[in-house]
């Protein structure tokens, strides 16, 4: 392409910020210089001095009131669960109770003013697809600020759909919507500059985010870590868990050999001569649950050191301008990831959770699991695995062809799980609700 200024004028014509502008000109920058994106097998090893969760937090005292005030719980919430058969956020649907995701978000936030008596800070990252649906559902929370947008939300950007041709804008004047799309999890970076968010949250005094996916309710704001990474000085936290046979096929965490850093390689970024050793779970032990400790005072040094972007690795995902269309042109859509950044944090260190604090809800199976009685939820919206799992989480697999929509589950019914290793369904089956179930179960 002969330039940037035909993508600029468009992202500006629609209000984007400077910040996402120039992240997106570092995005297509990398694709258009030729960069494969890929990390060799030769220059990596497996990740080392990744520190265990219950060693850190059997030592370390609670958080006091004036460090659980320079926090921030930030939820990642511009997903609609499309896959799930939702056209609403997916921090919509209900749990338990009648509760849904963000009805449980806002309860740890209440209960987290409460114990402390410190203001803490609830941001959600939404969508321009979740917004309206999520501002008018906190309506309920008037009474704690809760549905003020000025005080709890944050846009994610969006980015042009780029023709695979000629890095040119793609066009689809009958329906502009389709020219646009996410630009990945990683936006969290430009979107708290850009947004004004992180110099805000600096001024306020506000030193440490908590960022997490909002459809995880096992990633919960720990007193104890929050201390410990206070003191510690890591200046970015990731959390990561053991990965398992059904993870093989997920990004995992290494540490490049050349410096030493942490970094991420995700299955895309892998040439397929080096897949089986990717999928070694033996060699690479630890994915990102995408839950994350920041220090924002470094964040803000990090991007004006780096011109205002954070350099993360270009996901370049190939579809069809209308995806339900395979005659309309082809695009790149560009994304980046959140977690990538900890090459891009010196000191930067990674943590092994338990598998409890990692509960994201991608398809029916999870959702039913969460709905289940192996999963308790007190008053305070605080998630935690029933005694009787015994600290590992029920395996459950539900026939997709069946399952696949959230409203499939409406004549499913919800059997106790909390005694059981595996639950495996296939084809159509009605649980009676509360039916017990134990030991590893097949339907079917």
């Known amino acids: 392409m002969a330039g940037f200024d035909t993508i600029e004028n468009k992202m500006e014509s629609v209000g984007l910020s400077r910040a996402a502008i120039d992240a997106f000109r570092h995005a297509v920058q990398t694709v258009e210089s030729g960069e494969s994106g890929l990390i060799g097998e030769s220059s990596i090893l497996p990740a080392r001095d990744v520190a265990e969760w219950d060693d850190l937090t059997a030592a ?22 499309t896959s799930m058969g939702l056209q609403k956020a997916k921090s919509l649907l209900p749990i338990q109770k009648g509760l849904t995701f963000l009805d449980l978000i806002v309860k740890q936030v209440q209960s ?3 114990k402390s008596g410190a203001p803490v800070r609830l941001l959600l990252m939404d969508s321009f697809s979740t917004s309206e649906d999520t501002m008018a559902y906190l309506g309920k929370y008037a009474d704690g600020g809760f549905n003020d947008p000025n005080e709890v939300e944050m846009m994610q950007n969006r980015v042009p759909k780029l023709l695979t041709a000629t890095l040119e804008p793609a066009s689809c004047p009958e329906n502009p919507d389709l020219e646009w799309c996410p630009p990945g999890h990683g936006d969290i970076y430009p979107a708290l500059l850009g947004s004004g968010w992180l110099d805000r949250l600096l001024a306020e005094g506000v ?11 096992g990633a919960q704001l720990d007193l104890r870590f929050l201390r410990w990474f206070a003191e510690s000085g890591a200046p970015f936290v990731m959390e990561v868990t053991r990965r398992t046979e059904a993870d093989k096929k997920g990004g995992h965490l290494a540490t490049r050999a050349e410096d030493g850093r942490l970094i991420l390689r995700e299955v895309a970024q892998c040439a397929a001569e080096d897949m089986d050793e990717f999928q070694n779970i033996d060699k690479y032990r630890y994915f990102n649950t995408n839950t994350l400790w920041i220090r924002l005072d470094v964040l803000k040094k990090v991007l004006e050191d780096c011109g205002g972007v954070i350099p993360l690795p270009v996901i370049r995902n190939v579809k069809t301008l209308n995806p339900r269309d395979a005659s309309t042109p082809e695009v790149y859509q560009l994304e980046v990831a959140m977690g990538a950044a900890i090459e891009c944090f010196p000191g930067a260190r990674a943590v092994c959770v338990p598998r409890s604090r990692f509960f994201p809800v991608k398809t029916c199976s999870d959702l039913l699991l969460l709905r289940s009685d192996a999963v308790a939820i007190d008053e305070n919206g605080m998630m935690s695995l029933a005694p009787e799992c015994k600290g590992k ?22 059997p106790s799980l909390k005694h059981v290793s595996k639950l495996t369904v296939k084809g159509e089956h009605h649980f009676t609700d509360g039916e017990p179930l134990s030991g590893e179960v097949v339907i079917g």
């Open 60 to 81: 370390t005292p609670e958080a006091d009131r004036e460090l659980i005030a320079q926090c921030v719980c930030i939820k990642l919430n511009g997903g609609l669960g």
């Open 112 to 114: 987290l003013r409460e």
């Open 207 to 217: 030193k440490y985010a908590f960022v997490s996916n909002s459809d995880n309710l």
């Open 393 to 414: 989480a029920p395996v459950v697999s539900l026939d997709p062809k069946v399952y696949k929509l959230v409203d499939s589950l409406d004549n499913l019914g919800v």
